[in-house]
């Protein structure tokens, strides 16, 4: 079966220190893959997403960037961050499919102080 | 511009009862509608979807409605359980998107017991 994982699942950091949040998805090849924020008050946000190896499309200008060095990893990184970027953010993956379902992990909470 | 709205950011339901949960989108692109539910501290876990060639889907207890006319969906809950406590997101696709999804703020549902 498939399972995608994230982490670390908590961090606080300093604004101004780099971020990198890393996902791996198990059980399953060639997935899309997908980094969503929660922040306060909002919905969830897409961030990223890849249809393949080093194919990356950005939604949404900021500071985060997002890079696929393996088929099933996916990380999400940051050279300074701001204290805007405090959230939930969540790794997501699906497959070609007609569904558009979309399978989450657990979350990492960032805190940016 | 929020494409995906979920304008009540709250409910509090007895349980037992029915607990009706509403979504209304802008996108007239939107052919594909899904529920999530969230947990706190976890990533969200696929509830029930529909597509726009229904006006009805019916899982167990959760039945999803689809006006297209009106382009709004409603998700019902019946009857409600103290375990349904949790915040449910409103998600929608339009074909060709890859499948991305957007998403609704959100509304926390309370079940009382």
């Known amino acids: 079966s498939q399972t995608i994982h994230q982490w670390p699942a908590t961090l606080v950091q300093p604004v101004g220190s780099p971020l990198s949040l890393e996902c791996t998805v198990e059980g399953t090849s060639n997935p899309n893959l997908y980094w969503y924020r929660q922040a306060a008050g909002r919905g969830l946000q897409l961030l990223f997403y890849?249809?393949?190896?080093?194919?990356i499309s950005s939604e949404v200008p900021q500071n985060l960037s997002a890079s696929r060095p393996q088929d099933r990893q996916f990380i999400l990184s940051s050279k300074k961050l701001l204290l805007s970027d405090s959230g939930f953010y969540l790794c997501?993956?699906?497959?070609?499919?007609?569904?558009?379902?979309?399978?989450f992990g657990e979350g990492s909470r960032l805190t940016v102080l | 511009d929020q494409q995906v709205k979920q304008n009540s950011p709250s409910l509090s339901v007895q349980e037992g009862r029915i607990s009706i949960l509403n979504c209304d989108y802008t996108n007239s692109m939107f052919d594909y509608f899904l529920w999530y539910k969230k947990y706190p501290a976890e990533g969200p876990t696929f509830l029930i979807s529909?597509?726009?060639?229904?006006d009805k889907n019916e899982d167990g207890r959760f039945t999803v409605f689809l006006n297209k006319s009106a382009k709004h969906l409603s998700l019902h809950i019946v009857p409600s359980q103290p375990g349904d406590s949790a915040v449910y997101f409103c998600?929608?696709?339009?074909?060709?998107?890859?499948?991305?999804?957007?998403f609704g703020k959100g509304t926390l549902l309370t079940v009382n017991p």
């Open positions: 998600a929608a696709s339009a074909p060709g998107s890859n499948y991305k999804l957007t």
């Open positions: 529909i597509s726009s060639i229904k």
């Open positions: 890849s249809v393949g190896i080093g194919q």
């Open positions: 997501a993956w699906n497959l070609d499919s007609n569904t558009g379902e979309l399978f």
